[in-house]
């Protein structure tokens, strides 16, 4: 028996596919969540609408936090680590986390050095705004992606650029030939075995999931039509007026994405959804999607 | 003899990575989200995901009974990992409620978290003598086999991992994430019988 294999990690990933998960501060938010129907959690100390409002440095959770929610719920539990940060990603692996999210939304430990995933047996999701950081990502080891979007803004603009780039990226790919693609790798900075994979399968090697300004069951489809696998909605939920409510409609959105009728009826009367941010407002060291290479 | 048409629950997980191998098998194929998408089917996959999600999910659009109701007609059914637990009859930790088709006693997330997922080839009888290498992702086992309920695979500790029903087949491992689509005509042979 094998654990901790490539397959195994990519796994899990398509396991959550065509699912919601979601942002959770206490054991309490991790039970609403589940019951309705969040396909894993991620377990963080603040969301990020907390996390931009208060500033300062954003560390890994407190451990005693991260296993009450594991002890709470039976989907899989997501916790995040700083970028580069080895020893907090050691740690959520020793603690039994599901998944390690490399994050952008935490405060960087290393401004030049991603984890090196692939000493891990956990596995490992990381942001993206572009194919070649995506690329970048899995040759060190994530076995999942998800756009970085601008977290905690309640503003859908920035995920949708990131996944409308990683898509074209692809497409643009699909129609090169085999002679092309080092050179297409040089200009990405990823390596050329990944650009032919992507060539071959005609989308990324592992599952790409949407993050970073879901606020609404429409955002949420929105993403799914773009073409991701799956949505990660982080203040959206606990922000908005009523969290349970507006968790079951992204659920109902993203499962039923191409059937406007049923986003309609589950979008309607649910209160104030989260208060967003203009991303044109926010000064340069505000945007975390910058955080990473 | 018409091509059979099988459907793939859509509700959440890898349902696209069963609806792959099913194309390569030249039949008609179908992603089922409501109720009106079983009708005609000759035989459903319920796929790998998350298993408390899809239940929620069966339920907020209706979906329990119908499907209950077309395997009882003679509709054949297979559950993949959370498929499998869908399928069992009793859980061990009561939840979620399982549609109680088969009789059998399931474990869910019965060899630990995430890090303890594994890969081990398996000995199938009735795929023939080459072994089935499978993918076990927080997988559950059965614990129990109840009334005739048929054992087709288990681990070298003696856990079921895969059984058979007459038209209902169950595997706590992934078919569909390896090249190898034996399982996939197994359970066409079982729709076309």
């Keep these: 028996m094998d654990t901790g294999t490539w397959q195994v990690k990519v796994g899990l990933a398509q396991m959550l596919k065509g699912g919601v998960i979601m942002d959770v501060v206490t054991a309490e938010h991790a039970k609403i969540a589940e019951e309705a129907g969040a396909c894993a959690v991620m ?34 539990v997501m916790a995040k680590c700083r970028i580069g940060h080895i020893v907090e990603a050691q740690v959520l692996e020793s603690l039994g986390v599901d998944y390690i999210d490399e994050s952008e939304v935490l405060t960087p430990a290393d401004e030049a050095n991603h984890v090196w995933k692939h000493d891990f047996k956990v596995p490992f999701v990381c942001g993206c705004r572009d194919l070649g950081e995506a690329l970048r990502r899995i040759s060190e080891g994530a076995a999942m992606i998800r756009t970085k979007g601008e977290a905690g803004t309640g503003n859908i603009v920035e995920a949708v650029r990131h996944a409308r780039s990683v898509m074209g990226e692809i497409r643009k790919i699909q129609n090169m030939s085999q002679d092309e693609l080092a050179a297409e790798a040089k200009a990405l900075g990823a390596p050329v075995d990944l650009v032919q994979e992507v060539k071959r399968q005609g989308r990324l090697p592992v599952v790409n999931f949407a993050a970073g300004g879901v606020a609404t069951p429409s955002d949420g489809a929105l993403m799914m039509q773009l073409g991701v696998d799956g949505v990660f909605v982080g203040s959206g939920i606990f ?32 209160g104030d959804a989260m208060p967003g941010l203009d991303i044109r407002s926010l000064k340069e060291e505000e945007l975390l999607a910058v955080r990473g290479w | 003899m018409n091509v059979p048409t099988i459907g793939v629950l859509a509700l959440q997980g890898d349902f696209a990575e069963h609806l792959a191998v099913l194309r390569t098998l030249d039949i008609d194929t179908r992603e089922v989200r409501l109720p009106a998408e079983l009708e005609g089917l000759d035989g459903l996959i319920i796929p790998g995901g998350e298993s408390m999600t899809m239940a929620k999910l069966m339920d907020s659009y209706a979906l329990r009974e119908p499907i209950r109701a077309r395997v009882r007609e ?31 006693d399931v474990a869910r997330n019965a060899f630990g978290r995430q890090v303890d997922s594994f890969e081990t080839d398996l000995s199938v009888a009735v795929l023939g003598k ?64």
């Design chain 1, 43 to 76: 377990a963080l100390e603040r969301v990020p609408a907390d996390i931009r409002a208060t500033g300062g440095v954003a560390r890994m959770s407190d451990p005693t936090k991260i296993i009450e929610i594991m002890e709470a719920v039976t989907i899989p």
């Design chain 1, 239 to 270: 922000k908005a007026a009523d969290p349970e409510r507006v968790a079951k409609a992204v659920v109902k959105a993203v499962t039923h994405f191409n059937s406007p009728e049923i986003i309609a009826e589950a979008s309607k009367g649910l």
């Design chain 2, 74 to 104: 003679g509709m054949a059914v297979w559950g993949t990992c959370a498929g499998l637990i869908l399928l069992a009859k009793e859980l061990e930790d009561n939840r979620p409620e399982p549609l109680g088709l088969m009789d059998m």
């Design chain 2, 130 to 193: 080459q072994p089935f290498h499978a993918v076990f992702i927080r997988a559950p086992i059965i614990k129990q086999l109840r009334n005739g309920i048929q054992e087709l695979a288990s681990l070298p500790d003696g856990h079921v991992v895969a059984a058979r029903q007459e038209r209902m087949l169950a595997t706590a491992f992934h078919p569909e994430l390896t090249d190898d689509a034996r399982f996939h005509e197994y359970f066409l042979s079982m729709v076309n019988s």
